[in-house]
């Protein structure tokens, strides 16, 4: 499975897309064993990350954050919006992405990390809990033969939206909304930079500027 990574697949850094900027991008799919999971908003949808690719080519992965509207079709491009988060809903977010994203690493994991991010984006009662038929958003039940599944991945995503609550360390990413207004709005992220990272990086921009200097002298 590809490692998440999102934004900076996009594009190489210096030429990333600005924060209202249009960005055509062509899905991919979904994986074909994802779990199938009904929700408030879903039913039997193949429940997970998803893959999309650029027009250079670059391939990244999102977390959906509209379940109410329809995924592209397999192939198809459309243009979406870059933009930024805000408010309690984005707070929440940084707190899953930054306890949890890096462990959401095999198909019941990523499922149960949707449906954390659902939650955090579709629940009015102020409550989070995926569990059947808690608040305006929940999982629904499934037949016999998905149950124990079903209910393995609620918990996870229950545990991931404990830590999301209970999290108040330094925003691990930086989070990125892509939308559009016919299609599912879609969530990527992009690890934020240690310092030492930046100490490197600044290094080198220094030693670039002069090495730049000294040959106009």
Do not use: H
């Not at 998803?50 to 027009?55: D, E, I, K, L």
């Not at 994991?109 to 659902?118: D, H, P, R």
């Not at 990413?173 to 990086?201: G, I």
């Not at 002069?210 to 002298?217: F, K, P, V, Y």
Request: proline content about 5%; aromatic content about 8%; hydrophobic content about 40%.
């Amino acid at each position: 499975m590809k490692k998440l990574f999102a934004i900076t697949a996009l594009l190489a850094a210096a030429s990333a897309p600005a924060l209202a900027d249009t960005l055509p991008i062509t899905f991919l799919g979904v994986d074909d064993n994802a779990p199938l999971l009904s929700t408030t908003y879903t039913s039997d949808y193949g429940t997970g990350v998803q893959s999309y690719q650029t027009a250079s080519g670059s391939s990244f992965l999102a977390y959906c954050i509209e379940p109410d509207q329809s995924t592209l079709l397999v192939g198809k491009t459309r243009p979406y919006t870059v933009e930024a988060l805000s408010g309690s809903q984005a707070s929440l977010l940084q707190g899953l992405y930054s306890s949890s994203f890096a462990s959401a690493n095999d198909l019941n994991s990523q499922a149960a990390f949707q449906l954390a991010i659902w939650e955090i984006v579709r629940e009015t009662t102020g409550t989070l809990n995926v569990s059947p038929n808690a608040g305006s958003f929940s999982l629904l039940p499934g037949d016999a033969a998905s149950r124990d599944l079903d209910a393995g991945i609620a918990s996870l995503a229950n545990n991931y939206l404990a830590a999301a609550q209970a999290y108040n360390g330094p925003a691990q990413y930086t989070l990125t909304k892509l939308s559009n207004a016919n299609y599912q709005d879609l969530l990527v992220a992009n690890p934020v930079p240690e310092p030492q990272t930046w100490a490197l990086l600044l290094a080198g921009l220094g030693a670039v500027g002069l090495r730049a200097r000294r040959r106009q002298r």
